[in-house]
């Protein structure tokens, strides 16, 4: 679960993030949309506790992602594109990250067989296609088996196949109990992908609704 209550953040005269107000529930996706600079990667970064903010707060499960003694077991999160590894192989990389935070290694293959990342496992990150990154970012994020999933833009760099593959991917992952929230600039692709659509403009929110109702009502 994510709740946002009154968050607003300034950059300089900018307010990219207005006085926003909405929760997330595990058990379905929730759509983040709104047009280029609405304040969608604004609002993830502050749930992570990347940015702070000019006033309200972000909790995940009750507390504030930097108060948890797991985060990665609360939010994984990828937030842009993962940059390339260039000497390492996707294995190697995220092995690299499972020690580091203390993740069984065998969780390793387990994230590589869940993004279809495991043919390629053994080939350095450096030369993968922005599709293949984004797969090894979402592995990543996936590494702790975290109670929240969150992507910023997930769609872009996919080609069709990735596109699928994912929508197919979230819908388990949240079937399962976990929190997702996945921005986008396209109504039409998370009206495929998301039950729930949290939809903000100018760093405000609009519309907070599932997806049902709002296909229903339009
Ligand atoms: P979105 O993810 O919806 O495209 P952003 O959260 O990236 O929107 O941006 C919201 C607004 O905040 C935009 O006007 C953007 O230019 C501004 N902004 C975002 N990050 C910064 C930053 N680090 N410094 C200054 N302005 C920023
Ligand atoms: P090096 O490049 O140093 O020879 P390897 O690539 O052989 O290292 O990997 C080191 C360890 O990780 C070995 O035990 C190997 O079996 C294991 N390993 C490497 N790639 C994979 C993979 N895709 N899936 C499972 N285990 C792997």
């Known amino acids: 679960m ?6 607003t953040k300034r950059y300089g005269g900018v307010t990219a993030v207005d006085h926003l107000s909405f929760s997330v529930r595990p058990g379905q996706v929730t759509g983040f949309l709104g047009p280029n ?3 969608k990667s604004t609002t993830m970064r502050a749930i992570v506790g990347l940015d702070r903010p000019s006033a309200g707060t972000a909790t995940v499960n009750g507390r504030p ?30 092995l690299a ?5 203390g993740i069984a290694a065998s969780r390793v293959d387990e994230v590589l067989e869940l993004t279809g990342l495991a043919p390629v496992a053994r080939r350095r990150a450096g030369g993968f296609s922005l599709g293949m990154r984004q797969r090894l970012g979402i592995a990543a994020a996936l590494l702790g088996d975290p109670a929240v999933l969150m992507l910023d833009e997930p769609v872009n760099g996919l080609d069709p196949d990735g596109v699928l593959w994912l929508r197919t991917l979230l819908k388990h992952l949240a079937a399962d109990g976990r929190t997702v929230l996945v921005s986008s600039h396209l109504m039409s692709e998370m009206a495929m ?26």
Do not use: C, F, M
Request: zero cysteines; aromatic letters at 2%.
């Open 37 to 39: 600079g609405a304040g």
């Open 97 to 101: 990250l499972a020690r580091t935070h």
């Open 65 to 94: 992602y930097a108060d948890h003694p797991d985060p990665l077991r609360q939010v994984g999160a990828v937030l842009e594109a993962t940059p390339a590894h260039r000497g390492r192989t996707a294995y190697h990389h995220l």
């Open 2 to 7: 994510i709740e946002i209550r009154e968050l």
């Open 193 to 218: 992908t998301a039950q729930h659509l949290v939809i903000i403009g100018r760093g405000r929110l609009l519309a907070d609704i599932s997806t049902a109702e709002l296909i229903a009502r339009s």
